[in-house]
């Protein structure tokens, strides 16, 4: 019996099942005689004995794994923001943002504002992402925890969104080299075995076959993301306006502020200097240091 890979598509409403190494969803066995399926739709590496052949093979194997990979990834992001807000494991999208909406009214209501500015929802490069809580009042204690863990969250979610924009292209490529080994296999295969070539072509079949489903995953999980980040962006601004060019300078996190060296007094006379208990003062260039947005 072998584990089956389970790919959902939330916009047909259907679950397809082709057979993989590993468990990709909820869950799902199916019993499977080798002899009856190919290595691809086995979640296993097809060697044909030909450079061409055998690099797309490997590469599709390689964006197989990846793709079994990236569901886990996308629900510990999930699990992570939910531990921080105190919720369930298995709490869902919605419920994330409500909890956070309701925080983030708690802080309005004390004087404190967020928005939560969001870039690269398109971005096929992480470092084309940003995530940033900007700030009108004062957060200290579990209210700055709670702004920092938002903005993680949401960088980490678009940075996944980014990852699965730019599998869009590789896949469509990986589909196109597939449909010119498939006109190619006759040919290619000629003076091999009839059942040499047969298995090529069931294995081409396939992979053609798990590359729709691949995409459709990848989609799934895309809209997820994006779906995710949008929520927590709306839930926790407060003001729509922080940011505006004709914004005032924004009071930002108030951070515990490390440990400060002794300063010193000095003795009459010129003599050495000798420490005394306090802080330092703050210098000019300190106290009218402009404000700047958080960035945990």
Do not use: W
């Not at 009856?36 to 590469?59: C, E, I, Q």
């Not at 709490?91 to 909406?101: G, K, N, P, Q, S």
């Not at 924009?165 to 449909?179: G, I, P, S, V, W």
């Not at 005394?276 to 404000?291: C, D, F, I, L, M």
């Amino acid at each position: 019996m072998l584990t089956m890979m389970v790919f959902m598509s939330r916009r047909r409403g259907t679950f397809t099942l082709l057979a993989s190494i590993m468990l990709a969803a909820a869950g799902c066995n199916y019993q499977l005689h080798a002899s009856d399926s190919s290595n691809v739709a086995r979640g296993l590496r097809f060697v044909a004995h030909n450079a061409a052949f055998d690099t797309f093979f490997a590469d599709l194997h390689e964006e197989q794994i990846t793709m079994l990979q990236l569901p886990e990834q996308e629900r510990k992001l999930r699990m992570d923001l939910a531990s921080d807000l105190k919720l369930s494991d298995s709490a869902t999208t919605t419920v994330l943002a409500e909890r956070a909406a309701a925080i983030a009214q708690g802080l309005a209501v004390q004087g404190t504002t967020l928005k939560l500015d969001v870039e690269g929802y398109n971005a096929v490069d992480e470092a084309d992402t940003a995530a940033q809580m900007r700030v009108n009042g004062t957060l200290d204690g579990e209210n700055f925890k709670f702004a920092e863990s938002i903005t993680r969250a949401a960088r980490s979610e678009l940075k996944l969104l980014a990852r699965l924009n730019a599998k869009e292209q590789t896949l469509q490529r990986l589909a196109a080299r597939a449909a010119v080994l498939e006109a190619e296999t006759d040919r290619t295969f000629a003076t091999s075995d009839p059942k040499v070539l047969e298995e090529v072509h069931r294995n081409l079949s396939d992979a053609k076959l798990l590359l729709v489903l691949m995409e459709e995953r990848r989609l799934d999980l895309a809209v997820d993301a994006h779906r995710t980040v949008e929520r927590l962006a709306t839930a926790v601004t407060t003001n729509p306006a922080l940011g505006a060019s004709n914004e005032a300078p924004l009071v930002t996190f108030v951070k515990q502020e490390p440990p400060r060296e002794k300063s010193a007094v000095r003795k009459p006379g010129g003599g050495p200097a000798t420490p005394v208990r306090g802080a330092a003062p703050k210098s000019p260039q300190e106290t009218n240091a402009p404000a700047a947005d958080f960035e945990p």
